[in-house]
């Protein structure tokens, strides 16, 4: 751990519905101390307590920014006991991620970010701007199917109006540099670029940089853009 203070949030103080929505992780400082606050959701294949989620929440924890954890409902049952399982049809991950931030922004007062891994950033993206939400965060955004560059996942992209920042790799499968940059996306869109990184932002060892380096970049960005969206925010209330 980073230093950052980890709750899992008991299941009598908000009650899970019948698709378990309502487990969380929290990680930093409560929302009032926080300098920003952002709603996490993990990718297809792992879960809220994965590795790379655990990292990334804990170092922005000790940035000042707060982060909750939550789980779509197939994550969620498969940690049940219910064994490996696709993701949930589209529709039904938007719905979460819709239950999520009501859930959530009953309880926190203070500007909010929604985001996450790649598929669980992809879902954000799709409703930040109907959601009204403060920031978006998207770490490995899937700009493509791994291998389809000619079925880009973009159309919403050219026309977003939520602050955006997205953390890519320029060697990611789902969308390398050269291959986003010829992109048309909405200027309110940030692309923060690490070098030689991959899909889960991990660096080729003849880079130079470690997974480490560039998972603290990753969450220098994500922090300084959330402060930055905050203040924003708050000014303009």
């Given at each position: 751990?980073?230093?950052?203070?980890v709750?899992?949030?008991?299941?009598?103080?908000?009650?899970?519905?019948?698709?378990?929505?309502?487990?969380?992780?929290?990680?930093g400082?409560?929302?009032?101390?926080?300098?920003?606050?952002?709603?996490?959701?993990h990718?297809?294949g792992a879960?809220?307590d994965?590795?790379?989620m655990t990292?990334?929440?804990?170092?922005l924890?000790v940035?000042?920014?707060?982060?909750v954890r939550?789980?779509?409902?197939?994550?969620?049952?498969r940690r049940?006991?219910?064994?490996?399982r696709?993701?949930d049809?589209?529709?039904r991950?938007l719905?979460?991620?819709r239950?999520?931030?009501s859930?959530l922004?009953?309880?926190i007062?203070?500007?909010?970010?929604?985001?996450?891994k790649?598929?669980?950033?992809?879902?954000?993206?799709?409703?930040a701007?109907e959601?009204?939400?403060?920031?978006?965060?998207?770490?490995?955004?899937?700009?493509?199917p791994?291998?389809?560059?000619?079925?880009p996942?973009t159309?919403?992209?050219?026309?977003?109006?939520?602050p955006?920042?997205i953390?890519?790799?320029?060697?990611?499968?789902?969308?390398?540099?050269?291959t986003?940059?010829g992109y048309?996306?909405?200027?309110?869109?940030?692309?923060?670029?690490?070098a030689?990184?991959?899909?889960?932002?991990?660096?080729?060892r003849?880079?130079?940089?470690?997974?480490?380096?560039?998972?603290d970049?990753?969450?220098?960005?994500?922090?300084?853009?959330?402060?930055s969206?905050?203040?924003?925010?708050?000014?303009s209330?």
């Amino acid at each position: 751990m980073v230093n950052g203070q980890v709750v899992c949030i008991d299941v009598d103080q908000c009650p899970q519905d019948a698709n378990g929505i309502g487990a969380w992780l929290w990680s930093g400082p409560s929302p009032a101390a926080a300098d920003a606050c952002l709603i996490l959701a993990h990718g297809a294949g792992a879960p809220m307590d994965s590795e790379f989620m655990t990292g990334m929440a804990e170092r922005l924890a000790v940035r000042g920014v707060a982060v909750v954890r939550f789980e779509f409902p197939y994550m969620a049952a498969r940690r049940r006991g219910a064994g490996r399982r696709p993701p949930d049809p589209q529709d039904r991950l938007l719905d979460c991620w819709r239950e999520t931030y009501s859930l959530l922004r009953q309880r926190i007062s203070t500007p909010l970010a929604i985001g996450g891994k790649s598929m669980g950033g992809r879902m954000a993206s799709l409703l930040a701007d109907e959601l009204g939400v403060d920031a978006l965060v998207c770490l490995g955004y899937p700009f493509h199917p791994a291998g389809k560059t000619d079925k880009p996942r973009t159309a919403h992209l050219a026309g977003i109006r939520t602050p955006t920042v997205i953390v890519q790799g320029e060697r990611d499968a789902m969308g390398k540099r050269d291959t986003v940059m010829g992109y048309s996306l909405s200027a309110a869109i940030c692309l923060h670029w690490l070098a030689s990184a991959d899909h889960d932002l991990k660096p080729l060892r003849a880079s130079g940089f470690t997974h480490e380096h560039h998972l603290d970049m990753a969450a220098d960005a994500v922090a300084k853009f959330l402060q930055s969206s905050a203040r924003c925010s708050l000014i303009s209330f």
